[in-house]
């Protein structure tokens, strides 16, 4: 039926048919709708982009002169190179999705681009900062491997994954040969890479995050009926992840999120090729442990990046770097493959669900620039990057989600058309062409118009959320039996010009945050609803991300958790208080029972440049009164720690420890009882951004059972102490003081470098924070 899906079903060492398909991106159009508005956005965003400077990290890597100087941000300063990578699958999805002559210029231009300069590497196309000796290192069997260091480099198969990706997905969705040979060619130069390695050394490797190796290498295997790729695919499939989920054993929590969906996406991507019923188990299982238990109303997950225990939503609601977008982005490709070999409703549910509340909601609607973190503090806001500056993981993944809108919209079950999302949209396939007119979620309706005959079944998902569905066959009512969950099934044959509509009932609902039962976000039917927030202190926030490191966290002013709008009284009479504004497009107004507020809600994908509120408190009056003064006094404390911190570092955890320049030898990372630490039998280090400040404190967290550890504490090439670590202590945290004398500072640069050095014998560490301090705060 389709041609990609029959490509894989041919393919010799397939043994597993799959029945569900879904409809090829390029045979689906947007029609009027915050989706085609998104995507047309997306395709201004995309041709803004520079294709030679994001060409530059790889041309410097061939030796080939170059025409521009690379991009900033993170493309210059070690992952060099990721962008072009996700703007080939953009620019691929883009073109698929719109035809748009522009950007298949831009793909042509790429592709005539790339083939000279693998001609100058021998296969190889990556930017990754030192190339040639990195890899030459890991050929001869010299692995270094660390969370996000692999040799001292910045995740490089995590990097040139984009790259194999960008080509896989150029040639699936373009079926140019010159993206094939280009991404056959790469994958030679990958094999000979490993083929001395044993599969000890390539799992010491994979400590390093690596992106979806292992799924693209599945991909090849398809592309070029070769069971080799299909063997690496395996080898690149880190044992430390599969191995818990195939036992039904939850390990995830402190691992670093993105770090880990994309290789179950890889698991779910082979066990849907070969038919490994064990290993479908084991991505279902991450899936559960993920949506189920770790995941917020917008479909997000992760606190600064990490998967936080499952009974501790705290951080959730305190910290500003809440769910990443890359996380979701990754989900939603887990649960499109686990629909396809499963068909279970819930997986299509929580597509929706992320895909209206978070995907959407992370790209601005005006100048489209994207979003790193959706904080669930309430009364936070997020920031967008620029395009010419912000070139974060979650802007590669952004310019791919925002070129793929329609990719998901229908499917196919054998001889029956799926419906599977509520979009304004048309498709036209040999079997079947029709368009969908909608005005969804304003409406709760949509129409189904046959632009063409068809013997096809129409299969029409009933959603979960909505009430008693109603169905009409050119205009004549259909008897609906089937149930929220199920498919409600219409027979063909269709001719040109029938219509079906459906009717799906959306009520407002809350829904309490995991572990938080007192705190509960608001929904109509499957859109996650939030509040405008007003500016705190007479500020002027910028809602767009600089060039920094850190640039794409909201670093300003956080507001008082306690002075923030909730409610008071049962949750029941919140809901009947709710009442539709009329003249709006879904805005909600709430009745009395709130205390310091009266929010309007409306869909947080049409909330930008604000402050918000997505959870709100419910609580009895005495329950309040008896909080708010201990609330308070945690508020103050708070915000005083953060006005006079200049930086922070949470050790052991990846990006942070990324974003200040970590260095180390024998050092080591965990987690105890929930939070990271780091130390070292040697010595590691990280670079502090000062600010330009004197008058600095250093303050460092430890642990209570790790006395007697002995090290010294440098600032550049200075010695700023020695520490011993007291003895007799119980299981707890506690934070030491140290003051940093002014002439110890640099003197032209707003950075210095802080080094942990172990003493003999013992260990540096282990350290769960740092902070740098305008003064002390003893």
């Known amino acids: 039926m389709r041609l990609l899906f029959s490509l894989f079903l041919a393919t010799s060492f397939c043994v597993h048919a799959v029945a569900l398909t879904t409809v090829p991106l390029k045979e689906v159009r947007l029609t009027d709708g915050p989706f085609l508005h998104s995507e047309q956005t997306n395709l201004k965003y995309l041709l803004a982009l520079d294709t030679d400077k994001l060409l530059a990290p790889l041309r410097r890597e061939a030796g080939i002169e170059n025409k521009v100087e690379s991009y900033g941000n993170w493309e210059n300063s070690g992952l060099d190179g990721h962008m072009l990578g996700h703007y080939l699958t953009a620019l691929a999805f883009m073109h698929s999705a719109t035809t748009n002559e522009q950007i298949k210029a831009r793909l042509d231009y790429l592709l005539t681009e790339l083939q000279k300069i693998q001609q100058a590497q021998q296969g190889y196309l990556g930017g990754v900062p030192g190339s040639k000796a990195l890899w030459q290192q890991i050929q001869q069997g010299q692995i270094e491997a660390d969370l996000f260091s692999l040799n001292k480099h910045w995740v490089p198969f995590y990097n040139i994954h984009k790259t194999f990706a960008g080509l896989r997905d150029t040639y699936q969705q373009s079926g140019d040969e010159r993206a094939k040979t280009l991404l056959l060619n790469y994958g030679n130069w990958l094999k000979n890479l490993v083929k001395n390695l044993s599969p000890q050394q390539i799992q010491q490797m994979l400590l390093t995050e690596h992106g979806g190796m292992n799924e693209v290498l599945a991909d090849m295997a398809v592309i070029y009926d070769d069971k080799s790729y299909m063997a690496l695919a395996k080898e690149f499939t880190e044992l430390r992840i599969l191995e818990p989920l195939l036992k039904g054993e939850d390990k995830l929590t402190g691992l670093h999120a993105n770090t880990q969906i994309p290789k179950v996406v890889g698991i779910a991507r082979i066990a849907e090729l070969s038919g490994d019923k064990n290993w479908l188990k084991a991505a279902e299982y991450f899936w559960s442990l993920v949506v189920e238990q770790r995941t917020v109303a917008i479909g997000g997950n992760s606190v600064r990046e990490h998967f936080h225990p499952t009974d501790d939503f705290n951080p959730m609601l305190n910290e500003v770097e809440g769910p990443e977008t890359c996380n979701t982005y990754n989900m939603l490709k887990l649960s499109m493959l686990l629909y396809r070999q499963t068909s279970q409703s819930k997986y299509l549910d929580y597509y929706e669900r992320s895909l209206w509340n978070h995907i959407l909601a992370s790209q601005h609607p005006e100048h489209g620039g994207f979003v790193y973190f959706t904080p669930m503090r309430p009364q936070h806001y997020r920031v967008y990057s620029k395009v010419d500056q912000g070139m974060w993981c979650c802007v590669g993944s952004g310019i791919e989600s925002h070129s793929k809108h329609g990719e998901f919209i229908y499917s196919f079950d054998n001889n029956a058309l799926q419906v599977n999302l509520w979009i304004a949209s048309s498709m036209n396939t040999p079997e079947i062409k029709l368009h969908q007119q909608t005005l969804f979620p304003d409406e709760n309706s949509t129409e189904l118009v046959f632009d063409a005959a068809s013997e096809l079944n129409l299969q029409l998902r009933y959603p979960s959320w909505a009430g008693a569905v109603k169905v009409w066959r050119n205009g004549k009512a259909v008897e609906v039996t089937a149930k929220a969950g199920e498919h409600i099934r219409l027979a063909g044959p269709w001719q040109q010009g029938d219509k079906v509509k459906l009717e799906l009932p959306m009520q407002l609902s809350l829904e309490a945050m995991p572990a938080k039962p007192d705190y509960h976000a608001v929904l109509y039917g499957p859109i996650v609803l939030a509040s405008r927030s007003a500016p705190f202190k007479n500020e002027s926030l ?237």
């Not at 003895?727 to 707003?750: E, F, H, M, Q």
């Open 542 to 778: 910028k809602f767009i991300g600089d060039d920094s490191r850190m640039g794409h966290i909201a670093s300003g002013p956080t507001c008082p958790v306690s002075a923030a709008p909730l409610y008071i009284g049962d949750t029941k009479n919140f809901l009947t208080s709710l009442k539709r504004l009329p003249n709006h497009p879904l805005s909600f107004s709430t009745g009395q029972g709130f205390l310091q507020g009266q929010p309007e809600l409306i869909p947080f994908f049409r909330l930008h440049d604000s402050r918000y509120q997505i959870y709100f408190q419910h609580t009895s009056l005495e329950g309040w009164q008896q909080q708010k003064a201990s609330q308070q006094q945690q508020d103050e404390a708070a915000a005083l720690l953060e006005q006079q911190t200049l930086d922070k570092i949470y050790p052991g955890e990846q990006q942070p420890e990324s974003d200040h320049f970590y260095q180390g030898e024998q050092s080591e990372a965990g987690i105890n009882l929930g939070r990271h630490w780091r130390h070292s039998k040697s010595w590691f280090s990280y670079q502090l951004s000062h600010k330009g400040q004197q008058h600095l404190t250093l303050r460092l967290e430890y642990f209570g059972l790790d006395g007697g550890r002995a090290f010294e504490v440098w600032l550049d090439d200075k010695k700023l102490t020695d520490v011993e670590l007291k003895s007799g202590l119980g299981p707890d945290w506690y934070s030491v003081d140290y003051p940093i004398p002014n002439d110890l500072l640099p003197k032209n640069a707003d950075h210095f470098r802080i080094k942990f050095v172990a003493k003999p014998g013992s260990i540096a560490g282990g350290l769960y924070q740092v902070r740098l301090l305008t003064l002390s705060l003893n």
